[in-house]
């Protein structure tokens, strides 16, 4: 049931390539790019073009007497400046180009892009705190990059953040100053789920590595939203996800893909990231059962709904694109890879747009899928086994949602004596 790459599309690749010549450096390396292109499901008038251009460098490099060793970032773009002088129009950006060095440097072929050194207080600040949250917290690449970003934004609201003695000075009131200001700015915004934590793990940080003395995590609120909508869940309508549903074209391509995407986050309340990294091993057809992989390395196996194998079933066999990518979603445009966390969320984003309702996301249909559970009457135990939370606290939230449990559980105010 696996899409890959048959042998078939690279002897055509070949056989079409067959009329280019590559001579120089390079030319080792030409019927390697064809299958790397061909594998990434690039179309083969594109294959050609991108050998062309391989020849193009591999003559230039020639003319000046370079090896392959030879091609670094800043001969690469000697090479682009030259073409642009000689009044070439193709072949001419970094963009251009960035396949066929991807591909190069993947062979060990030229030297990899040397390491950025970080310049000034706030880049090796922030360098420090990416090795934190590598090697410390064992963060994700995605959620690095969103706590780097809130980390720059809160140093450029401080002022003088260019040097360290800001950070020597920081007080609980200066944060608690920050958090009000941004809860300012995000009135009537869409839920901002990244800053709060992002900014307790950044303290926790400076603490840590001494550039703080006092540990200023308690003068950020608790939870992950906006403090004023730390409550009852958003969750999406069901309504909107039977609309958003219907909306996928299961006809065409991209629209089985997409209705397997959002099939699989209603019916086993998956993360958009989580989505993004199901791969094809991961599946148990005959067990009928699918591997999770969730936060921190977590793994869980659950029962696969019969209906979604159907929809995954349905995408495998007709829609998803040849490619030696092995995860279960890629993108549908070449080349064909994994599928970003950010792409599951626009596919949903899109998929609302179609149907005409209100824009939701992943996370507001695990919040609906939770919501359904309890009025059905399942226990925040059975809730959180489901939506796999690492904390029961995580899970009772979901327990301002159900007003007449609540009720069940008051007591009645004690009356007072007679005066």
């Known amino acids: 049931m696996c899409a890959v790459l048959s042998v078939s599309v690279i002897d055509k690749t070949e056989a ?57 970032e800043r001969a690469a773009e000697e090479f682009l400046l030259a073409r642009r002088a000689a009044g070439r129009r193709i072949g001419v950006s970094e963009r251009a180009l960035a396949p066929t060095l991807r591909y190069l440097r993947s062979v060990q072929a030229t030297p990899q892009p040397a390491a950025r050194v970080p310049a000034g207080f706030e880049e090796v600040l922030l360098a420090q705190y990416r090795r934190y949250l590598e090697g410390e917290r064992g963060l994700s690449e995605s959620t690095i990059k969103h706590y780097l970003r809130c980390a720059r934004v809160f140093l450029g609201w401080l002022p003088g953040s260019k040097r360290a003695e800001p950070l020597t000075g ?46 200023l995590v308690g003068a950020v609120p608790a939870g992950r939203a906006h403090p004023g909508r730390l409550g009852v869940p958003r969750a999406a309508s069901g309504e909107g996800i039977r609309a958003v549903l219907a909306s996928c074209d299961r006809d065409s391509a991209v629209g089985r893909r997409d209705y397997a995407i959002v099939l699989s986050l209603t019916r086993l309340a998956l993360r958009g990231g989580e989505v993004a990294r199901l791969e094809l091993d991961d599946v148990g057809w005959r067990a009928g059962q699918v591997s999770i992989r969730g936060k921190g390395g977590r793994v869980d196996v659950l029962p696969l709904p019969g209906d979604v194998g159907q929809a995954w079933a349905d995408y495998l066999l007709h829609s998803r694109p040849k490619t030696v990518s092995t995860t279960l979603f890629v993108t549908m445009v070449a080349p064909f890879g994994a599928l970003a966390t950010s792409s599951v969320t626009q596919v949903l984003t899109r998929a609302c747009a179609r149907a005409g309702v209100t824009r939701f996301g992943p996370h507001r249909i695990r919040h609906a899928v939770a919501c359904g559970l309890l009025d059905s009457g399942a226990s925040m135990e059975e809730i959180g086994q489901l939506l796999r939370h690492a904390q029961e606290r995580t899970t009772a939230i979901y327990a301002k949602v159900d007003q007449a449990r609540l009720a069940e559980l008051a007591r009645p105010c004690p009356q007072g004596a007679a005066r």
């Not at 009329?19 to 292109?37: C, K, N, Q, S, W």
């Not at 391989?54 to 007497?65: K, V």
């Not at 009131?173 to 995000?186: D, F, K, N, Q």
């Open 16 to 72: 079409f390539m067959g009329r280019i010549v590559v001579e120089g450096p390079l030319a080792p390396f030409t019927d390697g790019l064809r299958r790397y292109l061909a594998g990434g499901g690039y179309a083969l008038d594109t294959v050609r073009d991108h050998v062309h251009l391989l020849a193009d460098l591999s003559g230039w490099l020639s003319a000046r007497d370079m090896a392959a060793a030879d091609l670094t």
């Open 170 to 215: 920081l007080s609980a009131g200066r944060v608690t100053g920050y958090v009000m200001e941004w809860a300012r700015r995000r009135e009537g915004m869409p839920p901002d789920m990244v800053t709060l934590p992002a900014l307790r793990s950044f303290l926790r940080f400076l603490h840590v590595a001494g550039y703080v003395a006092d540990l």
